[in-house]
Protein backbone atom coordinates (compact mmCIF):
# COMPACT_ATOMS: atom_id res chain seq x y z
CA UNK A 1 0.00 0.00 0.00
CA UNK A 2 1.40 3.52 -1.13
CA UNK A 3 0.60 6.11 1.13
CA UNK A 4 0.45 9.83 -0.13
CA UNK A 5 1.39 13.27 1.66
CA UNK A 6 -0.39 16.25 1.68
CA UNK A 7 0.13 19.53 3.25
CA UNK A 8 -1.31 22.88 2.96
CA UNK A 9 -1.36 26.28 4.27
CA UNK A 10 -1.80 29.80 4.05
CA UNK A 11 0.84 32.47 1.98
CA UNK A 12 -0.18 36.02 1.66
CA UNK A 13 -1.52 37.20 -1.90
CA UNK A 14 1.27 39.51 -2.36
CA UNK A 15 3.53 37.02 -1.71
CA UNK A 16 2.01 34.99 -4.14
CA UNK A 17 5.04 34.88 -7.03
CA UNK A 18 7.80 34.79 -4.91
CA UNK A 19 6.15 31.75 -2.66
CA UNK A 20 5.61 29.89 -6.29
CA UNK A 21 8.98 30.18 -7.49
CA UNK A 22 10.62 29.06 -4.47
CA UNK A 23 8.05 26.06 -3.74
CA UNK A 24 8.61 24.83 -7.29
CA UNK A 25 12.10 24.73 -6.73
CA UNK A 26 11.99 22.76 -3.46
CA UNK A 27 9.07 20.68 -5.29
CA UNK A 28 11.88 20.17 -8.19
CA UNK A 29 14.76 18.78 -5.75
CA UNK A 30 12.57 16.49 -3.88
CA UNK A 31 10.92 14.89 -7.19
CA UNK A 32 14.81 14.55 -8.32
CA UNK A 33 16.17 13.45 -5.79
CA UNK A 34 13.75 10.90 -4.00
CA UNK A 35 12.48 10.06 -7.23
CA UNK A 36 8.59 10.97 -6.36
CA UNK A 37 6.04 12.59 -8.02
CA UNK A 38 5.03 16.14 -6.87
CA UNK A 39 2.04 18.78 -7.39
CA UNK A 40 1.47 21.78 -6.57
CA UNK A 41 -1.72 23.95 -6.29
CA UNK A 42 -2.82 27.16 -4.82
CA UNK A 43 -6.76 27.92 -4.10
CA UNK A 44 -8.48 30.03 -7.16
CA UNK A 45 -10.06 32.59 -4.75
CA UNK A 46 -7.89 35.07 -2.05
CA UNK A 47 -9.33 35.18 1.69
CA UNK A 48 -8.49 37.38 4.14
CA UNK A 49 -5.55 38.41 1.32
CA UNK A 50 -4.85 35.17 1.06
CA UNK A 51 -4.49 32.37 -0.85
CA UNK A 52 -4.44 27.99 0.44
CA UNK A 53 -1.72 26.60 -0.93
CA UNK A 54 -1.38 23.02 -1.46
CA UNK A 55 2.03 20.53 -1.77
CA UNK A 56 1.24 16.83 -3.01
CA UNK A 57 3.81 13.94 -3.02
CA UNK A 58 2.74 10.50 -3.93
CA UNK A 59 4.09 7.21 -2.60
CA UNK A 60 6.43 8.54 -0.09
CA UNK A 61 8.53 6.94 2.14
CA UNK A 62 7.84 6.75 6.05
CA UNK A 63 10.22 8.79 6.76
CA UNK A 64 9.70 12.00 4.47
CA UNK A 65 8.12 14.38 6.85
CA UNK A 66 11.47 14.77 8.04
CA UNK A 67 12.58 15.39 4.80
CA UNK A 68 9.97 17.74 3.68
CA UNK A 69 10.47 19.81 6.64
CA UNK A 70 14.41 20.27 5.86
CA UNK A 71 13.52 20.88 2.36
CA UNK A 72 11.26 24.05 3.75
CA UNK A 73 14.00 25.09 5.61
CA UNK A 74 16.25 25.12 3.03
CA UNK A 75 13.95 26.86 0.57
CA UNK A 76 12.92 29.61 2.74
CA UNK A 77 9.56 28.40 2.89
CA UNK A 78 8.54 28.82 6.12
CA UNK A 79 9.30 32.69 5.99
CA UNK A 80 7.04 32.94 3.64
CA UNK A 81 4.06 30.75 4.99
CA UNK A 82 1.26 32.76 7.58
CA UNK A 83 0.71 30.01 10.59
CA UNK A 84 0.88 26.56 10.67
CA UNK A 85 1.69 23.83 7.82
CA UNK A 86 -1.21 21.18 8.01
CA UNK A 87 0.25 17.20 7.27
CA UNK A 88 -2.44 14.48 6.11
CA UNK A 89 -1.20 11.06 4.94
CA UNK A 90 -3.33 9.21 2.94
CA UNK A 91 -3.14 5.69 1.86
CA UNK A 92 -4.05 4.12 -1.39
CA UNK A 93 -6.55 1.79 -1.10
CA UNK A 94 -8.42 -0.69 -3.80
CA UNK A 95 -12.16 -1.04 -3.55
CA UNK A 96 -14.37 -4.21 -3.66
CA UNK A 97 -17.33 -3.91 -5.63
Wanted: proline residues 3%; charged residues 20%.
Amino acid sequence: MSTNLYIYYKVAASRAQEFDHAAAAMQADLSLQHQINTAFKRSAEIKDEHHTWMEVYSSVPPDFLQVIDQAVARHGLAALIDGPRHTEFFVNISSCA
